[in-house]
């Protein structure tokens, strides 16, 4: 059975009007990184992130998956292959969309995490930075992203699955945050084909060995109907 890595980024949900980091409407025009997504930012000002994280868990609910997630849940409920979803998205749109196999290696919106003792649980639809953690008791109460400067989740794992993979495919990212824009050079060096789904190339579009550019909800589901035919 072919083993398929998909890494996705905020491209795949664009369509469903949840808004890119790095395009000209983007958030980070919006809002400074370093206020907003690290663990300094969180340090100065936590009611202003938990504002911000609200917002992008509002926008995530009322959201609805689309065409490009419900291909990639078609391609893995097919059972032909073996899929893996790596997704930097905070959103939940894969998962509601029908995938089963998903990484979110940049955490989620739907976690609570407590900065003091790690212990999580669900999100609340509104998180207050005061909220104390069901489990200590500190006041230290933060969403269950990755920031800038952590380490992203699961990174053992998914470099493992990248060297036994027989096709790498990286949907929807701009390809300018580490370690995922990593993955196609390391995906290169295993000698595991890589195509690009995009809609423009990425940073790193020429390190890919195909890529395809459009909008996800039309080249993700054309790619799909190729691979199960
Ligand atoms: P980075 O590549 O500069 O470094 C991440 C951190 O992990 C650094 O401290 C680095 O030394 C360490 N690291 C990297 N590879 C490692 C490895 N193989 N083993 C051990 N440590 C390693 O990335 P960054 O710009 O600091 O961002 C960190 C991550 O947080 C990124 O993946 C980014 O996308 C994510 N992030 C998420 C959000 C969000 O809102 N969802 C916002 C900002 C950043
Ligand atoms: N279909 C396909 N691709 C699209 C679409 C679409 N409809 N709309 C936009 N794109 C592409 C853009 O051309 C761009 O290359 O999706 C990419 C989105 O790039 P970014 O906004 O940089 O988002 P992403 O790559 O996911 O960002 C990575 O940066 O700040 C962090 O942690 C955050 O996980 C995020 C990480």
């Not at 059975?1 to 983007?26: H, N, P, W, Y």
């Not at 003792?117 to 998180?127: F, G, L, S, T, V």
Request: aromatic fraction near 6%; hydrophobic fraction near 45%; charge should be negative.
């Amino acid at each position: 059975m072919a083993k398929i890595v998909i890494l996705t980024g905020a491209g795949i949900s664009a369509e469903s009007g949840i808004r890119t980091f790095r395009a000209s409407d983007g958030l980070w025009e919006e809002h400074r990184i370093e206020e907003v997504a690290t663990p300094e930012g969180w340090s100065r000002d936590p009611a202003l992130v938990a504002r911000f994280y609200n917002a992008r868990r509002a926008a995530a609910a009322a959201a609805a998956p689309n065409a490009a997630h419900r291909a990639l849940a078609a391609l893995e409920a097919d059972g032909r292959h073996e899929v893996l979803v790596v997704t930097q998205n905070v959103d939940d749109l894969h998962e509601r969309g029908g995938s089963r196999n998903v990484i979110h290696m940049h955490g989620t919106l739907t976690g609570a995490l407590c900065h003091a003792c790690a212990h999580r649980w669900p999100a609340p639809p509104e998180m207050a930075p005061n909220d104390p953690c069901p489990a200590c008791g500190a006041r230290a109460t933060r969403p269950d992203i990755v920031w800038f400067g952590e380490m992203p989740y699961r990174m053992e794992e998914i470099w493992e699955a990248l060297r036994a993979a027989d096709l790498f495919v990286s949907i929807g990212t701009s390809g300018n945050v580490y370690p995922a824009a990593g993955f196609v050079a390391d995906a290169g060096h295993a000698g595991v084909p890589t195509l690009e789904l995009n809609l423009e190339p990425s940073a790193g579009t020429r390190l890919f060995d195909a890529a395809r550019h459009g909008p996800a909800t039309e080249v993700v589901p054309a790619w799909v109907r190729e691979m199960l035919a």
